[in-house]
């Protein structure tokens, strides 16, 4: 049986070690830096940065859905940011993938927003497939920017 549920502080220590399996599957674990005071400091203080859900199947931890607010100027509205979604791979084939997207994707109508938007690798043909049966709309012609680190410090410094 399924469940899922809210993270809360007391989820920090395992948020983190499913975040690192997430980057381990994606095959970057070295660059996650993430700690738990990270974590509670961002997702459970007064003015929380992020939400989380905990998918648990038969009371065993399954998987979880990481998501944040962000505003469209065109739409004027919020829309829902999908920065992660993992399922562990023993857990896989059950639907909770789906469940935890549909459960962001309540919250999201709920709240009046506009959108759920999220990103995939190129390489995750079995992800692309599911969103697509969802009806997802891939937008090839955008280009994700990323700015990190010493070019985040230059082009900051630059600023008056």
Request: proline share 1%.
């Amino acid at each position: 049986m399924l469940t899922i549920r809210f993270a809360t502080a007391a989820d920090v220590a395992l948020l983190r070690t499913l975040i690192r399996e997430l980057a381990e599957y994606e095959r970057e674990l070295d660059m996650v830096s993430i700690t738990e005071n990270d974590l509670l400091r961002d997702g459970f203080s007064a003015a929380p940065k992020f939400r989380a859900l905990i998918a648990e199947w038969l009371g065993q931890t399954a998987g979880y859905a990481l998501f944040f607010g962000f505003y469209s100027t065109w739409e004027g509205r919020q829309g829902l940011f999908l920065e992660d979604i993992f399922v562990r791979s023993q857990f896989r084939r059950h639907g909770i993938g789906k469940a935890l997207l549909a459960r962001v994707a309540r919250i999201a109508c709920d709240e009046g927003c506009y959108s759920l938007r999220w990103e995939v690798l190129g390489w995750n043909q079995p992800a692309i497939e599911l969103y697509k049966s969802l009806g997802a709309t891939f937008l090839d012609q955008w280009r994700s920017a990323l700015l990190t680190d010493e070019a985040l410090q230059r082009l900051a410094e630059g600023a008056s």
